[in-house]
């Protein structure tokens, strides 16, 4: 009898510690460098770096960044160097994507209308990778000591505070009672004695300016003045929603009154309607019903049913963001940042709020 031949092993991959701190701050100079590229251009005018037939453009400075961003973990260990990578990561990545509508037509069109939603949907992968990475996994021995380690490469440059010492003992311990590997066993109980024999201690210092203006906020922000903010909020986005189809309807009654001058208001580029008709009606029939839900998990929350107000506001911010948001930066292009940068602020507190205070009910 022949041996039974083995498949393919996949080695399981293990989630660095602080992974979801770094790709946050990846996602965040992202966001800026796509942010102030585009303002600074459009303030400017659009210059060019270089002369005549030569044309240096900014995607291959985000090449270059990118690439700087991958040797460096290849090269050095230094755990501080992680930070100053994730910021590369995304200033790279927004350079590059910046001009994607350049190499999606045949015009070499950088105002391309579809650019906008392809940035904004490349955020929005980018946004739903960083949730399923905060998502609890079942980590088994062997990640457990994987990431042991690499707390415990921090004592060789500084003392490990309290919160890491009592992560890595409870981590250690659940291996020590729990895996069935005596290799993995004995490593952690030496770990776990490395650890605990470090005479040294964290000094006693002031919190970083940050911290202490998030204490005080979460002090200051009581479940009823939050309840009262994303109330206002909500409604805010409703009245928001709506303001494109109310215009549309003002314009047959009143053309030319001073508040469809107001609601015509715009600051940066815009497609008209007849640019493309289909996704105009798709969008006043999203604005409509998502504006309409708003408003309407507004009445609910002023009706003391929170739990209800709450839940339809999720998921009516979610759809509009996940599906209105494209057409939004297809018509707005940029200029659409503000009021989905708002909807995320509002989706943000809704979720908090859920998680803190329903579920602590529940």
């Known amino acids: 009898m022949q041996p039974k031949r083995k498949g393919f092993i ?44 030569l044309h240096i453009a900014h995607v291959l400075w985000g090449g270059l ?17 992680r930070i100053i990578v994730a910021i590369l990561s995304g200033v790279g990545v927004g350079l590059f994507i910046d001009e994607v509508g350049k190499f999606i037509t045949r015009q070499y069109d950088y105002f391309f209308p579809a650019a906008a939603p392809i940035i904004y949907v490349f955020f929005l992968l980018v946004v739903i ?49 729990t895996d069935t590997n005596l290799q993995y066993k ?7 004695e490395m650890v605990q024999s470090d005479p040294r201690s964290v000094p006693d210092k002031t919190p ?16 009823k003045r939050l309840s009262w903010l994303l109330g206002v909020g909500l409604a805010l986005l409703g009245l928001m929603t709506l303001k494109n189809p109310a215009q549309l309807w003002l314009v047959r009654i009143i053309p030319n009154s001073v508040l469809v001058a107001f609601l015509r208001a715009h ?21 409509v019903l998502i504006g309409l ?12 049913r929170k739990r209800v107000a709450f ?20 018509f707005e292009q940029f200029s659409a940042v503000l009021i989905v940068g708002f909807q995320f602020i509002v989706l943000f507190g809704v979720m908090y709020y859920r998680r803190k205070y329903l579920k602590r009910e529940d």
């Open 311 to 330: 839940d339809l506001g999720y998921f009516s911010l979610l759809l509009s963001l996940t599906v209105l948001g494209m057409l939004l930066f297809y």
């Open 65 to 81: 960044i990118l690439y700087i961003a991958a040797i460096l973990p290849l090269i050095y260990l230094n755990p501080r160097l």
């Open 208 to 223: 970083a300016w940050w911290l202490r203006i998030a204490e005080q906020s979460e002090r200051w922000l009581t479940e």
């Open 10 to 53: 996949l080695w399981k991959l293990i989630q660095r510690e602080k992974a979801t701190r770094y790709m946050l701050i990846s996602l965040l100079s992202f966001v800026a460098t796509v942010s102030l590229v585009r303002s600074f251009l459009a303030l400017t005018g659009y210059p060019q770096l270089g002369s005549g037939t």
């Open 267 to 287: 600051a940066g580029r815009q497609l008209a309607a007849m640019d493309a008709p289909g996704f105009f009606n798709t969008r006043l029939i999203l604005e």
């Open 293 to 304: 839900l708003l408003l309407v998990s507004v009445g609910f929350l002023l009706a003391g």
């Open 129 to 177: 990778m960083v949730i399923m990475i905060r998502r609890p996994t079942v980590v088994d021995g062997r990640a457990e000591l994987v990431q042991t380690l690499e707390i415990v490469r921090e004592q060789l440059y500084r003392p490990l505070d309290p919160v890491e010492r009592a992560h890595i003992e409870q981590d250690m311990r659940r291996v020590m009672d």
């Open 186 to 192: 004995e490593m952690a109980r030496q770990l776990l």
